[in-house]
T-cell receptor, first 119, second 115 residues
């Protein structure tokens, strides 16, 4: 079974702190993603990575950065946490998309989430 | 840009009844994928079912089926014979034809199954 592990289920931090959220996958997937989940807004993509040391901004990258030094690990960094970053953070991974015109059934596998509170 | 809309914030259904969760999407791409995920209270997103835009038949996975109406741009999830364990948040999502298969998610529907 695919396993995506997020280092913490619950995290409480203070405004201005630097926060690291860690995600590890064990399926040798090329793609990794960080989403933020808020009530009524669904999941919104913060950043994703399609290879080691490669990253691309998602829809809401402001206030966040990421690091992918090893294939299995993708870190989300809040440089200076703010109260509006209180949220549920979900990490996901998926294999590289195969070639072709038709969209592949490229399932994303998710971790259990980290509920972050910034006080 | 792609967009997913789920218009039902919450649904309440009696156990053993069938339930339909609505999902409409908007895209100008002819090639795309549609996904449904379940999120129990534990928080983990669980993949349920997939439909490709060129698939001729509606997808089915056990008690789950996807009612895909391409012309109407809808991809409703149907759960037959609902069970108490089906109580959860359900998200519809879409992936584009190119790139690293980012997913665009809808707002979600909270389904509650009553005994």
């Amino acid at each position: 079974d695919v396993k995506v592990t997020q280092s913490s289920r619950y995290l409480v931090k203070r405004t201005g702190e630097k926060v690291f959220l860690e995600c590890v996958q064990d399926m040798d997937h090329e793609n990794m993603f960080w989403y933020r989940q808020d009530p009524g807004l669904g999941l919104r993509l913060i950043y994703f990575s399609y290879d080691v040391k490669m990253k691309e901004k998602g829809d809401i990258p402001e206030g966040y950065s990421v690091s992918r030094e090893k294939k299995e690990r993708f870190s989300l960094i809040l440089e200076s946490a703010s109260t509006n970053q209180t949220s549920m953070y979900l990490c996901a991974s998926s294999p590289a998309r195969t070639g072709g015109r038709v969209v592949a059934k490229n399932i994303q596998y998710f971790g259990a989430g980290t509920r972050l509170s910034v006080l | 840009a792609q967009k997913i809309t789920q218009t039902q914030p919450g649904m309440f259904v009696q156990e053993k009844e069938a339930v339909t969760l609505d999902c409409t999407y908007d895209t100008s791409d002819p090639s795309y994928g549609l996904f449904w995920y379940k999120q129990p209270s534990s928080g983990e997103m669980i993949f349920l079912i997939y439909q490709g835009s060129y698939d001729q038949q509606n997808a089915t996975e056990g008690r789950y089926s996807l009612n895909f109406q391409k012309a109407r741009k809808s991809a409703n999830l149907v759960i037959s014979a609902s069970q108490l364990g089906d109580s959860a948040m359900y998200f519809c999502a879409m992936s584009p034809p190119q790139g690293a298969q980012k997913l665009v998610f809808g707002q979600g529907t909270r389904l509650t199954i009553n005994p």
